[in-house]
């Protein structure tokens, strides 16, 4: 009888290595981190402009929020963050104390335009702190202003969304400055509103997931103590 030929053993699937496998969660965790970061910051920007109709120079600002938003996840993607993030602060309060008189009146001069439409002035004792200056000047004084703001605002919702995940943190950063508008009957676009909402939302998936994996880890933790 005649042997069949005998078939070599197909080889093994080739598994991802855990490197592989590291760098592709590590990846898409930036990449999720990025979207709720620019969702939120991009999307107080917009509100902000468009609840109090504020005539900025709205590219520099989007590019502006997005500088600093993929800053601000650099810093609280990395292991000494918390050093970093103290110098990016002190750098910050530097550049306040450097800058506080342009700042004052950028402040007063978007707190009056915000104002201006709903027939409403600044009072006399900060009206006494505004200077006269040209229609240029003022727009910029306003976007430095702005800018400043669009820092803080990215810094701190990265804090919320990455370092500590917080529902409430990142609220208490992003909204007030939209809660005075409706008891005058201003409102912001839906779709930068939703954007931030969204943003809200993705922190509280965040926080659970979270929550979810550090109970994972302490029930595995009991697990191998009773064994």
Do not use: H
């Not at 009072?123 to 004084?141: G, I, N, Y």
């Not at 969304?161 to 400055?177: K, R």
């Amino acid at each position: 009888m005649s042997k069949k030929p005998t078939r070599a053993p197909s080889a093994a699937p080739s598994l991802p290595l855990a490197g592989e496998s590291g760098a592709a969660q590590l990846a898409l965790r930036l990449l999720q981190q990025a979207v709720v970061i620019l969702l939120a910051v991009l999307g107080f920007l917009f509100s902000l402009l468009s609840c109090y109709q504020l005539d900025l120079p709205v590219s520099i600002l989007v590019w502006t929020a997005i500088a600093f938003s993929l800053l601000s996840l650099a810093v609280f993607s990395i292991r000494r963050r918390g050093l970093v993030a103290l110098l990016c602060l002190l750098a910050a309060g530097f550049w306040i104390v450097l800058n506080a008189s342009d700042l004052l009146q950028g402040i007063l001069l978007l707190f009056e335009q915000a104002i201006t439409p709903i027939n409403l002035v600044l009072p006399d004792a900060l009206q006494s702190l505004l200077l006269p200056v040209d229609m240029e000047t003022a727009q910029l004084l306003m976007t430095r202003t702005m800018q400043l703001l669009l820092f803080f605002v990215a810094f701190l919702s990265s804090f919320f969304i990455i370092d500590q995940p917080s529902l409430p943190g990142l609220a208490l950063t992003t909204l007030p400055l939209l809660a005075p508008g409706p008891f005058y009957l201003l409102a912001p676009d839906i779709v930068p509103f939703f954007a931030l909402i969204t943003a809200l939302l993705m922190v509280l998936v965040f926080n659970n997931g979270k929550r979810a994996a550090s109970n994972q880890r302490a029930g595995v933790y009991v697990l191998q103590t009773k064994r």
